[in-house]
T-cell receptor
Framework: GDSVTQMEGPVTLSEEAFLTINCTYT??????LFWYVQYPGEGLQLLLK?????DKGSNKGFEATYRKETTSFHLEKGSVQVSDSAVYFC?????????????FGKGTKLSVKP | GAVVSQHPSRVICKSGTSVKIECRSL??????MFWYRQFPKQSLMLMAT?????????EQGVEKDKFLINHASLTLSTLTVTSAHPEDSSFYIC????????????????FGPGTRLTVL
């Protein structure tokens, strides 16, 4: 079945460092890909998404490009801030199905130190 | 973006009681809502898919008689944890599917802020 694999954390960076969180997927159809962020004690917020190959999702300085050839959707940010400390989840959804369920990776905790 | 609310945000109850959690889509209609459970430092586990006007679809291993789901309108789904026990203590998160128009490209799930359930 469909699945998402993302790098295990925790990831600890200094402020203004470059961030990459790797995410790869396995899907039989043509999924949409998402990054969600969860701040401590809160629910998930949609960070960005891409719905077809070569699409680039971007928001708040974060970017991810849908790479069909490598089945990847790596999250990047050029200069992280302390406020970016959170857990990041990569997810896919094959909307070819009737429900549009999201399949999540296990999450990567990011800690940014001042 | 679209907003989904959950109520209550936090609840503490005694073992054996029932707890109802509400999930509302505030600025869009959602024919489909999802209920997830999240254990500490783990990913989200899909419990069930809630469809407006029909019975919920439960994931394997989730007791439908224990976790009652009602999706009576296009903006409200409820999850009732019946006869709660300490092992039901968890963070419950709902999401609502905003299908927008007919385009595949606008179909996105938006998540509520979660409900922390503690059963004593």
């Amino acid at each position: 079945g469909d699945s998402v694999t993302q790098m295990e954390g925790p990831v600890t960076l200094s402020e203004e460092a470059f961030l990459t969180i790797n995410c790869t997927y396995t899907a039989t159809g043509y999924p949409s890909l998402f990054w969600y962020v969860q701040y401590p004690g809160e629910g998930l917020q949609l960070l960005l998404k891409a719905t077809k190959a070569d699409d680039k999702g971007s928001n708040k300085g974060f970017e991810a490009t849908y790479r069909k050839e490598t089945t990847s959707f790596h999250l990047e940010k050029g200069s992280v801030q302390v406020s970016d400390s959170a857990v990041y989840f990569c997810a896919l959804s094959d909307y070819g199905g009737s429900q549009g369920n999201l399949i999540f990776g296990k999450g990567t905790k990011l800690s940014v130190k001042p | 973006g679209a907003v989904v609310s959950q109520h209550p945000s936090r609840v503490i109850c005694k073992s054996g009681t029932s707890v109802k959690i509400e999930c509302r889509s505030l600025d869009f209609q959602a024919t489909t809502m999802f209920w997830y459970r999240q254990f500490p430092k783990q990913s989200l586990m899909l419990m069930a898919t809630s469809n407006e006007g029909s019975k919920a679809t439960y994931e394997q291993g989730v007791e439908k008689d224990k976790f009652l789901i009602n999706h009576a309108s296009l903006t409200l789904s409820t999850l009732t944890v019946t006869s709660a026990h300490p092992e039901d203590s968890s963070f419950y998160i709902c999401s609502a599917r905003d299908q927008g128009g007919d385009s595949h490209y606008t179909d996105t799930q938006y998540f509520g802020p979660g409900t922390r359930l503690t059963v004593l």
